[in-house]
């Protein structure tokens, strides 16, 4: 799903299986965001085969956070030249309490390992320039991405439509993803691109969704 120039949405819609959007910023660099299960990533290939890419034509992995839903198919890109990047601190978690997580549902954390870390400020790849936000909450180290040329924030499970991220996970925290979504909110954004559900287009409908969430959700978290 094309959502403007150089911006695919592999976006995830079945109601029996869990999986997360996947997106694809398709310009010099070629960028994938939260590549999802690995056993179901056969839906974001076929996407990028109707684009005439493989998943070998990657050149970098960002995962918002290592819930198995979001990373565990990064280990389909070990033989490729993509890189893999994280947030420090959430690498730090998957090593332990996620470690436990992942081995419940048969997944190698170890195989999983960055090659490098996201810092909170800019990342620059070519003519792409995103901005890495810190947003824990969700997760000890989740990440939002936005890309000021576009006005468009990737939210992982920050932020969703009409919702937000859980809490009752380890490492989830209500008071901090409180603050994370604040932190969101300040941004002049046009595109919510989130983990789960769907997209949100406009900055009027942007700030509205801000503005329900915590006048609706933040007593409950």
């Not at 170890?110 to 320039?129: C, I, M, N, T």
């Not at 990737?154 to 979504?181: A, C, H, M, Y």
Request: hydrophobic fraction near 40%; glycine fraction near 10%.
């Amino acid at each position: 799903m094309k959502i403007f120039n150089n911006l695919h949405a592999f976006l995830w819609q079945s109601m029996t299986t869990n999986n997360c959007n996947t997106y694809l910023i398709n310009g010099p660099s070629r960028v994938l965001i939260d590549p999802g299960h690995r056993a179901l990533f056969d839906h974001v290939e076929l996407g990028l085969r109707q684009l005439g890419l493989t998943p070998a034509d990657m050149d970098l992995i960002i995962c918002t956070h290592a819930h198995p839903d979001h990373i565990e198919a990064v280990q389909l890109f070990k033989d490729t030249p993509a890189l893999f990047a994280l947030n420090e601190i959430e690498w730090q978690w998957a090593q332990g309490i996620g470690k436990q997580m992942g081995a419940a549902l048969g997944i190698d954390m170890d195989a999983l390992r960055p090659d490098f870390f996201l810092k909170p400020g800019e990342v620059s790849l070519d003519d792409l320039q995103l901005e890495v936000f810190h947003t824990p909450g969700h997760s000890p180290g989740s990440i939002c991405l936005y890309w000021p040329d576009n006005k468009a924030l990737f939210t992982g499970d920050v932020v969703f439509k009409e919702g937000l991220g859980r809490t009752d996970l380890p490492g989830g925290d209500g008071n901090k993803l409180k603050q994370s979504i604040k932190q969101l909110a300040q941004l002049d954004v046009q595109w919510v691109l989130p983990g789960h559900g769907e997209i949100i287009a406009g900055t009027e409908q942007v700030q509205k969704n801000f503005n329900e969430i915590e006048q609706f959700y933040f007593a409950y978290i």
